[in-house]
């Protein structure tokens, strides 16, 4: 079992920055690839992010490319995305999840879940 909190979600202007952070516990962190996904009301799932357990590989949606960078902390059980240049099309709840896939942009492939955390970008 592994647990996972996100944190760092908040109202930000169209233009400006955030950084969603999700701390993991239960079972070893580094044997997991971690993604980010996000859903806005209405909307289906997306993905948004992975990391690889060594994080030497990153994928993106091709919605968020060239503006968020998701990193991550084996040592802190840490995930990070970093969001830049955020447009009101952000507007979403953003959750971190953990696959036993080397990589993946599945939701369905991911086995555990944190609760979410609301990103809203203003006009």
């Known amino acids: 079992q592994v647990q996972l909190v996100e944190s760092g979600g908040g109202l930000v202007q169209a233009g400006g920055s955030l950084r969603l952070s999700c701390a993991a516990s239960?079972?070893?962190?580094?044997?997991?690839?971690m993604g980010w996904f996000r859903q806005a009301p209405g909307k289906e799932r997306e993905f948004v992010a992975v990391?690889?357990?060594?994080?030497?590989?990153?994928y993106y949606g091709d919605s968020v490319k060239g503006r968020f960078t998701i990193s991550r902390d084996n040592a802190k059980n840490m995930v990070y995305l970093l969001m830049n240049g955020l447009k009101p099309d952000d507007t979403a709840v953003y959750y971190c999840?953990?696959?036993?896939?080397?990589?993946?942009?599945?939701?369905?492939?991911?086995?555990?879940w944190g609760q979410g955390t609301q990103v809203t970008v203003s006009a």
């Open positions: 999840a953990a696959s036993t896939h080397w990589s993946s942009s599945i939701w369905k492939e991911y086995n555990y």
């Open positions: 239960g079972r070893t962190f580094s044997n997991y690839a």
């Open positions: 990391i690889t357990r060594s994080a030497l590989t990153t």
